[in-house]
Nanobody, 119 residues
């Protein structure tokens, strides 16, 4: 069983930065890949970035490359999403999720945190 809790969302001006945090509770963190997803109003949920807990390998969607960075802190059992150069189109609810490393499906989800970027 994995429990996830996001924090760090809020309202920011375009061009600004936010750092989202996801506190993770799991028996063996290295068994999981952690991801950030987002869902804007009226749109489907979309993948943002992911990190393998065991080796720190990361991957991000093209639309956030160079602006967002995913990382993890082993000591704090926390995954971060550093978001820079935010745009109004980044406005969404951001979700932390986890999947077993050998699975394609994210089985565990946090409650989400709202990010609003105003122009």
């Amino acid at each position: 069983q994995v429990q996830l809790a996001e924090s760090g969302g809020g309202l920011v001006l375009a061009g600004g930065s936010l750092r989202l945090s996801c506190s993770v509770s799991a028996r063996t963190l290295s068994d999981y890949t952690m991801g950030w997803w987002r869902q804007a109003p009226g749109k489907e949920r979309e993948f943002v970035a992911r990190i393998n807990w065991s080796d720190g390998n990361t991957y991000a969607s093209n639309f956030v490359k160079g602006r967002f960075a995913i990382s993890r802190d082993n000591a704090k059992n926390t995954v971060y999403l550093q978001m820079n150069s935010l745009k109004p189109e980044d406005t969404a609810v951001y979700y932390c999720a986890a999947r077993p490393v050998r699975s394609l499906n994210y089985n565990y989800w946090g409650q989400g945190t709202q990010v609003t970027v105003s122009s």
